[in-house]
C-alpha cells in the first residue's frame, strides 16, 4: 500500500470485510483477497447516490499542454458524485484526484481513470487498420502491451480499445480504427489486443482494462455516415459483427462500450435485447457496460426518450452500467429511484461490477498504483518501444504496386526529392485517434530520409506546387508523399469521394511525366479510389498513419534495408459506387461474369476490386507449390492438416504472409466464395524454400444454420492457399457425415 496513511482515516476502512481485506493486506494481492462479500457490505452502506456517482464518468478538458481537470471536479469527487474520469491522465494529476477520493469522502472508494489508448500512449504506433495490414497480432499485442505500460505508467487504469467494429465501407472515417474487412482477421486482433492491455492480471501495475467497443454494427452506418442507423439481420449480426466481440471478451475484456447508433429500430444505448439478452444473458458477459460518450443523453435525439431522466432510466434498464459525461446517472437517476421509477436492483447490479472492477485492478489495496511520476519518467517513449513501433511501422506498410522494380532506391543517389503535403507533415504521422501522443516525437519521411541516406546526398523538399515539381526535376529519384492528413479519418470523417485530392493527383502527373524513379507513399486512415495514380505511378507504398517511427521505417523500407511485407486488410474499390465491396461476398445466382449480360456486376465498370484483400508485394518473388492435404476425406470432428511449400525466388529476404481460405461447396444456407481461416508470417531467405502447415479444426467448417446455430454440414470444399485472396493453388476436400 502505497499511501497508506490516507486510507486509515477514512471511514472507508470501517466498510466491513472490505476493509478487513484492505487492512490484512500489506500489498497488492489484497485484490485478489476482496470477495464479492465484502463488496456487498461496502454496497450496503451506499446511499443511492452514492452508488450513481460511483456509475457517472467525467471529463477532462485537453488542450496543447496535455490534460487537466475542469473546474468543479474536485468538489463532485469530494461529493462522491464521480466514480472514474475520461481523458485525465499523468501521474501527478491523478494522484491529487485519487487522493481526495481517498481521503475526503466519505466512503473512501478510489477512482478509475479511464482514456482512448488506442495504438499507443505516447509511443505512438500505426493507426489500427495499418497494424491490421501486418497480419501479425503477435506484433499488435505487443504494441497494446507496451501503450498499456506507458498509460498504467501515466495514471491510466481503462482504455476505450480495442476498436473491433467490422467494416466493409471505406466511406466511414472510423475504418481507420478497426482491423478492416475480414471476421477471421478480425478476430485474431481483437484478442491480441486484449491480451495485450490487460496483460497477465488486471492488479498487476502495468495492466489496464480493456474495452471492446462499439458494440454493435456501429460500422453498418448507412451510407457510410458516421451514427446512421444500421439495419442488419440476424445471421449478419451472428456471422459478420458479433464474431470479434465474442473473441475479445473470450480472451477476457472486461469491459464492453456501446455504440452510438441503433440496431434495427433500437438505439445500442436503449436496446435491452442485445445488451441484456446477448451480450449479458447468451454470451454471460459480466464485465462492465460503458455508454459511448453522451450516447445516453442522444436517446433524447433518438427519439425514443421524452427527456433526459427517461434516457438515463431507459440506458440503466437496457445494461449500461457507466454513464460516460451525460451526467445524467449522477444528476438525474437519484429522484427517479426515490420515485420508484427505477429499478434500483439496476442501479446495485451495475455499481457492484463497477466496485469489483476497481477490486479486481487492485486500487483498494493500492489506489495510487499508477500515480508514480519516476515510473512515468521511466515507461515513457522508452527506446525499446520505439523500436517496437517501428518494427511493426514497417510491417504494417503495404508494396500495392512495383512495376520495374523501381524499389528499393539505391542509397547511391546524389539527390533525392521528398516531395508532397505529408512528406513532412509530423502530425499526420500519428494518425487520427493518437490524443495522448506528440507530434514533435514523430519522425517524417524528409527526416527518415535524410537520416538514412546521410550527407552525401542531397535531400531536396517542397510540400507542394511549383516548388515540388522543381525540386523533383532537379533530384535523381522523387518520394512522393500524399494521401489524406490526419483528420481526415477517424470519428465523424465520413467522406463520399475517396479520390487523391485533386492538388495531389495533378502534383504526381506531373512528376510522373518527368520520366524518374518515382516511388508514391500513400497515408491515409481508410482505402482510396487511386486508380488514376495506379494506372501511371510505377511503385506505390500504403503507409496508413504509421506512427512516431513513420520517416525511420520508410527509409528502411524504401532503400531495401527491409522488404515491405503488409497486406491489405480491407478491398479497395476502383470506384466509391462499388461500396460495399469485400472479398468474402456470396456467389448469387448469377455470379458476376464478363461473357453473361445479366449477371452480378456493373455496366460501367468491372465488378473486381482495384487490390482485392490480402494483397500486398515484397522484394522477392515467392512461388507457391505442392499443396497436399493428410486426407481428401475428413471423419466427421477430425481435423486436416494442410502443408505447401514456399520458395523466395527473388534477391532479398522476405517476409511472405501465407495466407488459407476455404469455401464450403454446397450448404443449406449460402457460403462466402472464399473465407480467410489462417494466414501466418514465414521468413525466407533469398533463395530459400520452407514447408508451410496449418491444421484446421472442424470448427473451420461450420456455418449458422437456417437457424443460427453452428454445425458442420458434410460435403465438398475448396481449399485455397496464397500470398492474397487471389490464391496460387488450390485442393478439394469431403467432410463426412
Ligand atoms: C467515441 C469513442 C470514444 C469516446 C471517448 C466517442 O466519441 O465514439 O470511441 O471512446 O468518444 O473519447
Given at each position: 500500500m502505497s499511501d497508506p496513511s490516507g486510507l486509515n482515516r477514512r471511514e472507508f476502512l470501517g466498510a466491513g470485510t472490505l476493509a478487513a481485506a484492505v487492512l490484512a493486506s500489506?500489498?497488492?494481492?489484497?485484490a485478489e483477497r476482496i470477495a464479492a462479500a465484502d463488496i456487498d457490505a461496502l454496497l450496503a452502506r451506499m446511499t443511492l447516490a452514492e452508488k450513481l456517482g460511483q456509475l457517472a464518468q467525467a471529463r477532462g478538458q485537453r488542450n496543447d499542454t496535455g490534460p487537466y481537470v475542469p473546474a468543479g471536479s474536485e468538489a463532485d469527487v469530494r461529493a462522491g458524485r464521480i466514480g472514474s474520469f475520461l481523458s485525465v491522465y499523468g501521474a501527478d494529476t491523478t494522484r491529487r484526484l485519487q487522493r481526495i477520493a481517498v481521503e475526503e469522502t466519505r466512503l473512501g472508494i478510489p477512482l478509475l481513470f479511464a482514456d482512448d489508448v488506442i495504438h499507443g500512449f505516447r509511443t505512438i504506433f500505426p493507426v489500427p487498420l495499418g497494424e491490421a495490414a501486418s497480419f501479425d497480432p503477435a506484433a499488435a499485442e505487443k504494441a497494446a502491451r507496451i501503450a498499456a505500460v506507458e498509460a498504467t505508467a501515466n495514471g491510466l487504469h481503462w482504455t476505450y480499445a480495442p476498436m473491433v467494429d467490422m467494416a466493409r465501407d471505406p466511406r466511414w472515417g472510423r475504418v481507420v480504427e478497426g482491423a478492416g474487412e475480414d471476421v477471421e482477421l478480425a478476430c485474431r486482433f481483437a484478442e491480441a489486443r486484449v491480451r495485450g492491455f490487460q496483460g497477465g492480471k488486471l492488479s498487476d501495475p502495468d495492466a489496464m482494462m480493456a474495452t471492446a467497443k462499439h458494440f454493435v454494427a456501429y460500422g453498418a452506418a448507412e451510407g457510410g455516415r458516421d451514427y446512421d442507423v444500421a439495419d442488419v439481420s440476424p445471421r449478419r449480426l451472428a456471422e459478420y459483427y458479433y464474431p470479434p466481440f465474442q473473441a475479445a471478451i473470450a480472451a477476457g475484456a472486461a469491459s464492453v462500450m456501446a455504440a452510438f447508433n441503433e440496431v434495427n429500430g433500437v438505439p445500442m444505448h436503449a436496446n435491452r435485447e442485445l445488451l441484456r439478452g446477448v451480450l449479458r444473458g447468451a454470451w454471460k458477459f459480466d464485465g462492465l457496460i460503458v455508454s459511448d460518450y453522451t450516447g445516453i443523453r442522444e436517446l433524447v435525439a433518438h427519439g425514443v426518450a421524452a427527456d433526459d431522466a427517461e434516457a438515463g432510466r431507459l440506458a440503466m434498464e437496457a445494461g449500461i452500467d457507466i454513464d460516460m459525461v451525460s451526467g445524467i446517472y449522477a444528476d438525474l437517476l437519484p429522484a427517479e429511484g426515490k420515485a420508484g421509477r427505477l429499478d434500483i436492483a439496476f442501479v446495485d447490479a451495475a455499481a457492484r461490477r463497477l466496485l469489483k472492477a476497481k477490486a479486481a485492478l487492485g486500487l483498494f489495496a493500492d489506489p495510487y498504483r499508477n500515480c508514480d511520476p519516476a515510473r512515468a519518467k521511466r515507461d515513457t517513449l522508452r527506446r525499446e518501444h520505439r523500436t517496437a513501433a517501428r518494427d511493426l511501422a514497417r510491417k504494417s506498410t503495404v508494396l500495392l504496386r512495383n512495376e520495374g522494380q523501381v524499389?528499393?532506391?539505391?542509397?547511391?543517389?546524389?539527390s533525392v526529392a521528398v516531395i508532397g503535403p505529408l512528406a513532412d507533415d509530423r502530425r499526420s504521422m500519428l494518425g487520427s485517434w493518437a490524443p495522448t501522443g506528440v507530434a514533435a516525437d514523430a519522425i517524417t519521411p524528409r527526416e527518415g530520409i535524410a537520416a538514412a541516406l546521410g550527407s552525401a546526398t542531397r535531400v531536396l523538399h517542397a510540400a507542394g506546387g511549383e516548388a515540388a515539381l522543381a525540386a523533383a526535376r532537379d533530384a535523381d529519384a522523387v518520394i512522393l508523399c500524399l494521401g489524406e492528413d490526419?483528420?481526415?479519418?477517424?470519428?465523424?470523417?465520413?467522406?463520399?469521394a475517396l479520390d487523391l485530392a485533386p492538388d495531389q493527383q495533378a502534383l504526381a502527373d506531373a512528376v510522373l511525366a518527368l520520366g524518374k524513379p518515382v516511388a508514391t507513399v500513400i497515408f491515409a486512415g481508410r482505402p482510396l479510389t487511386i486508380g488514376a495514380l495506379a494506372n501511371r505511378a510505377p511503385a506505390i507504398l500504403w503507409a496508413w498513419h504509421p506512427g512516431v517511427e513513420a520517416g525511420a521505417a520508410l527509409a528502411d523500407l524504401l532503400f531495401g534495408d527491409v522488404s515491405p511485407s503488409g497486406r491489405l486488410p480491407i478491398s479497395f474499390p476502383?470506384?466509391?459506387?462499388?461500396?460495399?465491396?469485400?472479398?468474402?461476398h456470396r456467389s448469387t445466382?448469377?455470379?458476376?461474369?464478363?461473357?453473361?449480360?445479366?449477371?452480378?456486376?456493373y455496366v460501367d465498370a468491372p465488378w473486381t476490386p482495384l487490390y482485392p484483400f490480402g494483397h500486398g508485394l515484397t522484394y522477392a518473388s515467392v512461388r507457391y507449390e505442392a499443396l497436399t492435404l493428410s486426407s481428401e476425406r475428413v471423419a466427421p470432428g477430425a481435423a486436416l492438416d494442410v502443408a505447401f511449400w514456399i520458395a523466395n525466388e527473388g534477391r532479398f529476404a522476405v517476409e511472405e504472409v501465407v495466407q488459407l481460405y476455404l469455401h464450403d461447396e454446397v450448404a443449406s444456407t449460402t457460403r462466402p466464395v472464399k473465407a480467410l481461416k489462417r494466414f501466418a508470417r514465414i521468413a525466407l531467405a533469398p533463395g530459400e524454400r520452407k514447408r508451410a502447415r496449418f491444421t484446421l479444426t472442424a470448427a473451420d467448417f461450420a456455418l449458422l444454420d437456417a437457424d443460427l446455430a453452428p454445425v458442420v454440414e458434410p460435403g465438398g470444399f475448396s481449399l485455397f492457399v496464397g500470398?492474397?485472396?487471389?490464391?496460387?493453388l488450390e485442393a478439394r476436400f469431403t467432410v463426412e457425415g
Open positions: 500489506a500489498g497488492a494481492k489484497a524499389l528499393p532506391l539505391s542509397k547511391a543517389v546524389r490526419w483528420d481526415m479519418s477517424g470519428e465523424a470523417r465520413s467522406r463520399v476502383r470506384h466509391v459506387g462499388q461500396i460495399p465491396i469485400h472479398y468474402d445466382g448469377r455470379p458476376a461474369s464478363e461473357s453473361e449480360r445479366n449477371s452480378a456486376k500470398g492474397s485472396s487471389e490464391t496460387a
